[in-house]
């Protein structure tokens, strides 16, 4: 399966982004799919995922209440949702592939997406 992500951009603290993680070359019905980032100097990190029974586990604490992750089957893609977005939250954002269920960890993760940068800055 191939990702692609987009929706990625400059936005002023408290603002909101969608990203799309948009597949190709397989269905996602059997996926999970988590949302990565990772900021200059710091290493991935697992920020939410959905699992194949759109069960959502959510990895970062400073996003809980902020972000949601949801899929559209019909058009093969996923979706993340933040709101009241925060300088911190400045990094590459990718979409990540495996089967079935969800996992924080990067290693576990067969199919990733070339990411999209988020910067929140005024």
């Known amino acids: 399966v ?14 909101s982004l969608r990203l799309s993680c ?13 949302w990565f ?4 100097g710091k290493e991935r990190e697992g920020v939410l995922c959905i699992n194949k029974y759109n069960t959502i586990a959510m990895y970062v604490d400073s ?3 902020r972000a949601t992750i949801y899929r559209d089957n019909a058009k093969n893609t ?4 933040m709101n009241s977005l925060k300088p911190e939250d ?5 979409c990540a592939a495996r089967y ?14 070339q990411g999209t940068q988020i910067t ?3």
């Open 2 to 15: 191939q990702l692609v992500e987009s929706g990625g951009g400059l936005v002023q603290p408290g603002g």
């Open 22 to 34: 948009a597949a190709s070359g397989s269905s996602l019905d059997n996926y999970a799919i988590g």
């Open 37 to 40: 980032r990772q900021a200059p």
């Open 63 to 65: 996003m809980k209440g």
């Open 78 to 81: 996923v979706y993340l949702q």
């Open 90 to 94: 400045t990094a590459i954002y990718y």
């Open 100 to 113: 079935y269920t969800c996992s924080s960890g990067v290693l576990s993760y067969n199919h990733w997406g």
């Open 120 to 122: 929140v800055s005024s």
